[in-house]
């Protein structure tokens, strides 16, 4: 079993950056993928963005394509989210994701492991 500890979220206002971190913990194998996603008041969870540790290759929603960058430390089972250009509409909370076996980086539904989430605020 995978566990996940998210950090980095809070409140920015509109145009700002924020960073999240996750680093998973598991008494086996680090995870081959990571990935994070949100769930707004009222919505669906959706993907955001995706990694496979190994090679880096990473997705992403097309609404955080060019100011959202994910990125992982393999060595400490670490994933990150830079946040930048923050708008009103990416309030949420940001879940971290995980799993040793790999799909698709942004489907919710190829994941096991799942962080408790963190807090997210933009204000206009």
């Known amino acids: 079993q995978v566990r996940l500890e998210e950090s980095g979220g809070g409140s920015v206002q509109a145009g700002g950056s924020l960073r999240l971190s996750c680093t998973a913990s598991?008494?086996?194998?680090?995870?081959?993928?990571m990935g994070w996603f949100r769930q707004a008041p009222g919505k669906d969870r959706e993907g955001v963005a995706g990694?496979?540790?190994?090679?880096?290759?990473?997705m992403y929603a097309g609404s955080v394509e060019g100011r959202f960058t994910i990125s992982a430390d393999k060595v400490k089972n670490s994933v990150y989210l830079q946040m930048n250009s923050l708008e009103p509409a990416d309030t949420a909370i940001y879940y971290c994701?995980?799993?040793?076996?790999?799909?698709?980086?942004?489907?919710?539904?190829?994941?096991?492991?799942w962080g408790q989430g963190t807090q997210v605020t933009v204000s206009s």
């Open positions: 994701a995980a799993d040793r076996v790999c799909g698709n980086p942004i489907n919710q539904f190829d994941y096991k492991s």
């Open positions: 598991s008494d086996t194998d680090g995870p081959t993928c």
């Open positions: 990694i496979y540790m190994k090679s880096g290759f990473s």
